[in-house]
Protein backbone atom coordinates (compact mmCIF):
# COMPACT_ATOMS: atom_id res chain seq x y z
CA UNK A 1 0.00 0.00 0.00
CA UNK A 2 1.23 3.38 -0.92
CA UNK A 3 0.33 6.60 0.48
CA UNK A 4 0.30 10.57 -0.14
CA UNK A 5 3.81 10.51 0.73
CA UNK A 6 5.33 7.86 -1.50
CA UNK A 7 3.40 9.40 -3.95
CA UNK A 8 5.25 12.99 -3.14
CA UNK A 9 8.69 11.20 -3.31
CA UNK A 10 7.46 9.42 -6.39
CA UNK A 11 6.59 12.60 -7.61
CA UNK A 12 9.39 14.36 -6.72
CA UNK A 13 12.40 11.41 -8.01
CA UNK A 14 10.15 11.63 -11.65
CA UNK A 15 11.02 15.08 -11.76
CA UNK A 16 14.87 15.12 -10.64
CA UNK A 17 15.73 11.89 -10.04
CA UNK A 18 18.65 12.78 -8.55
CA UNK A 19 17.70 14.24 -5.84
CA UNK A 20 19.13 12.99 -2.56
CA UNK A 21 17.45 11.62 0.27
CA UNK A 22 17.99 14.90 2.24
CA UNK A 23 16.35 17.25 0.07
CA UNK A 24 13.27 15.04 -0.46
CA UNK A 25 12.67 15.05 3.41
CA UNK A 26 13.18 19.10 3.15
CA UNK A 27 10.50 19.48 0.48
CA UNK A 28 8.34 16.92 2.04
CA UNK A 29 9.26 18.25 6.09
CA UNK A 30 9.57 14.27 7.15
CA UNK A 31 12.81 13.02 8.79
CA UNK A 32 15.49 12.02 6.16
CA UNK A 33 15.29 8.43 7.92
CA UNK A 34 11.47 7.96 6.95
CA UNK A 35 12.69 9.23 3.20
CA UNK A 36 15.39 6.28 3.62
CA UNK A 37 12.51 3.86 4.87
CA UNK A 38 10.09 4.57 2.64
CA UNK A 39 12.37 4.20 -0.72
CA UNK A 40 13.95 0.97 0.74
CA UNK A 41 10.42 -0.27 1.15
CA UNK A 42 9.44 1.10 -2.70
CA UNK A 43 12.32 -0.62 -3.87
CA UNK A 44 11.88 -4.14 -2.37
CA UNK A 45 8.55 -4.09 -3.13
CA UNK A 46 9.10 -3.20 -6.90
CA UNK A 47 6.97 -0.25 -6.95
CA UNK A 48 9.94 1.96 -8.00
CA UNK A 49 12.72 0.87 -9.52
CA UNK A 50 16.05 3.34 -10.31
CA UNK A 51 18.11 3.63 -13.80
CA UNK A 52 19.12 6.00 -16.51
CA UNK A 53 17.45 7.17 -19.27
CA UNK A 54 18.72 8.97 -22.41
CA UNK A 55 16.36 11.62 -23.97
CA UNK A 56 16.32 10.12 -27.70
CA UNK A 57 15.57 13.32 -29.37
CA UNK A 58 19.51 14.35 -28.76
CA UNK A 59 20.39 11.56 -31.21
CA UNK A 60 18.88 11.87 -34.82
CA UNK A 61 20.06 8.95 -36.18
CA UNK A 62 17.74 6.66 -34.18
CA UNK A 63 14.73 5.44 -35.55
CA UNK A 64 11.42 4.41 -33.11
CA UNK A 65 9.03 2.57 -34.32
CA UNK A 66 5.93 0.97 -31.93
CA UNK A 67 4.81 -1.91 -34.10
CA UNK A 68 1.17 -3.28 -33.76
CA UNK A 69 1.63 -6.99 -33.40
CA UNK A 70 -1.73 -9.70 -34.32
CA UNK A 71 -1.29 -13.46 -33.23
CA UNK A 72 -3.07 -16.35 -33.09
CA UNK A 73 -0.73 -18.42 -30.68
CA UNK A 74 -0.12 -18.61 -26.71
CA UNK A 75 0.43 -14.68 -25.59
CA UNK A 76 3.02 -15.53 -22.97
CA UNK A 77 5.51 -17.70 -25.55
CA UNK A 78 5.05 -14.63 -28.11
CA UNK A 79 6.29 -11.86 -25.44
CA UNK A 80 9.20 -14.54 -24.12
CA UNK A 81 10.45 -14.03 -28.21
CA UNK A 82 10.12 -10.58 -28.27
CA UNK A 83 11.94 -10.01 -25.47
CA UNK A 84 14.98 -12.46 -27.11
CA UNK A 85 14.83 -9.31 -29.77
CA UNK A 86 17.74 -7.05 -28.28
CA UNK A 87 16.51 -3.59 -29.65
CA UNK A 88 13.08 -4.07 -28.76
CA UNK A 89 12.83 -1.70 -25.90
CA UNK A 90 9.93 -3.24 -24.38
CA UNK A 91 6.18 -5.13 -25.62
CA UNK A 92 3.01 -4.54 -24.26
CA UNK A 93 -0.50 -7.00 -24.58
CA UNK A 94 -3.08 -4.42 -25.80
CA UNK A 95 -6.72 -4.31 -26.67
CA UNK A 96 -8.48 -3.22 -30.05
CA UNK A 97 -7.03 -4.61 -33.03
CA UNK A 98 -3.28 -5.74 -32.42
CA UNK A 99 -2.73 -8.23 -29.48
CA UNK A 100 1.02 -6.08 -28.60
CA UNK A 101 2.60 -3.45 -29.20
CA UNK A 102 6.15 -3.51 -29.30
CA UNK A 103 8.41 -0.32 -29.01
CA UNK A 104 12.17 -0.81 -30.72
CA UNK A 105 15.25 1.45 -31.81
CA UNK A 106 17.24 1.16 -35.03
CA UNK A 107 19.59 3.07 -37.11
CA UNK A 108 18.45 2.33 -40.81
CA UNK A 109 15.70 1.15 -42.91
CA UNK A 110 17.69 -2.00 -42.89
CA UNK A 111 17.59 -2.53 -39.72
CA UNK A 112 13.99 -1.91 -39.34
CA UNK A 113 13.17 -4.64 -42.08
CA UNK A 114 15.55 -6.71 -40.01
CA UNK A 115 13.65 -6.66 -36.88
CA UNK A 116 9.81 -6.56 -38.27
CA UNK A 117 11.70 -10.43 -39.98
CA UNK A 118 12.44 -11.59 -37.03
CA UNK A 119 9.08 -10.47 -35.35
CA UNK A 120 7.00 -11.99 -38.22
CA UNK A 121 9.25 -15.26 -37.87
CA UNK A 122 8.21 -15.67 -34.99
CA UNK A 123 5.55 -18.42 -34.21
CA UNK A 124 2.00 -17.68 -34.15
CA UNK A 125 3.00 -14.09 -35.45
CA UNK A 126 -0.02 -13.64 -37.97
CA UNK A 127 0.93 -9.80 -38.94
CA UNK A 128 2.60 -6.84 -38.27
CA UNK A 129 1.91 -2.98 -38.86
CA UNK A 130 4.51 -0.70 -37.76
CA UNK A 131 5.05 3.13 -36.96
CA UNK A 132 7.67 5.35 -37.16
CA UNK A 133 7.73 7.64 -35.43
CA UNK A 134 8.50 11.23 -37.00
CA UNK A 135 8.00 13.79 -34.51
CA UNK A 136 9.24 13.02 -30.87
CA UNK A 137 8.54 15.15 -28.12
CA UNK A 138 9.83 13.24 -24.76
CA UNK A 139 10.73 9.54 -25.38
CA UNK A 140 13.32 8.27 -23.41
CA UNK A 141 15.24 4.85 -23.72
CA UNK A 142 16.86 3.07 -20.75
CA UNK A 143 20.20 3.64 -20.99
CA UNK A 144 21.33 0.07 -21.19
CA UNK A 145 19.57 -0.65 -24.25
CA UNK A 146 20.54 2.64 -25.32
CA UNK A 147 24.08 1.72 -25.20
CA UNK A 148 23.73 -1.80 -26.35
CA UNK A 149 22.61 -0.53 -30.37
CA UNK A 150 24.65 2.37 -30.50
CA UNK A 151 28.05 0.09 -29.23
CA UNK A 152 26.82 -2.27 -31.85
CA UNK A 153 26.69 -0.07 -34.61
CA UNK A 154 29.47 2.16 -33.97
CA UNK A 155 32.60 0.98 -36.77
CA UNK A 156 35.99 -0.24 -35.21
CA UNK A 157 38.25 1.96 -34.75
CA UNK A 158 35.96 4.77 -33.98
CA UNK A 159 35.54 5.80 -30.04
CA UNK A 160 32.87 8.63 -30.18
CA UNK A 161 29.93 9.65 -32.05
CA UNK A 162 28.48 13.33 -32.74
CA UNK A 163 25.29 14.33 -31.05
CA UNK A 164 24.02 16.76 -33.20
CA UNK A 165 21.92 19.72 -32.30
Known amino acids: M ?8 MNLLGREGRISNVELADKLGIPNSTV ?3 LKRLTEKGIIDFSCEVVSQMFHEIIIV ?17 EKISNILFSVGVTGRYDFIAVFVDKS ?3 INNTLSKINKING ?21 FSQLIQASIPHGKEEIDITD
Open 125 to 145: VVHTESFVVVKNNGFRIRSDK
Open 2 to 9: IDMFDLQI
Open 109 to 111: TEM
Open 66 to 82: FSGIVINANRDEILNEL
Open 36 to 38: RQR
